[in-house]
Nanobody, 119 residues
């Protein structure tokens, strides 16, 4: 049974830092690239960050690079997102998900999300 369980979301003030976690189980975590995405109320899903399976390479959209940091601990089957200098526009439901090519047989898994509110 595959599970991705996000945690760490809360109400934060602008300028604060926040760390999200995603505990993975039911699949071979260390073989999958992973990502964070977010969805703000009334807006489309937005990609936030991706990390490769080994944790050696990370990718960010230009407007978030330098403020958000994605990392992983394969020994703990856990994905992280460190968010710094939070802004009101960071308010969203944050999801962790797998990010490896389905055309190569990888499966697409998503968590239920954790709410971050910056106010």
């Amino acid at each position: 049974h595959v599970q991705l369980v996000e945690s760490g979301g809360r109400v934060a003030q602008p300028g604060e830092s926040l760390n999200l976690s995603c505990a993975a189980s039911g699949f071979v975590f260390r073989t999958y690239g992973m990502k964070w995405s977010r969805q703000a109320p009334g807006k489309e899903l937005e990609w936030v960050a991706t990390i490769d399976a080994r944790g050696s390479t990370t990718y960010y959209p230009p407007r978030l690079e330098g403020r958000f940091i994605i990392s992983r601990d394969n020994a703990k089957n856990t994905l992280y997102l460190q968010m710094n200098s939070l802004k009101s526009e960071d308010t969203a439901l944050y999801y962790c998900a797998t990010d490896s090519p389905v055309r190569y047989g990888y499966l697409d898994y998503w968590g239920q999300g954790t709410q971050v509110t910056v106010s």
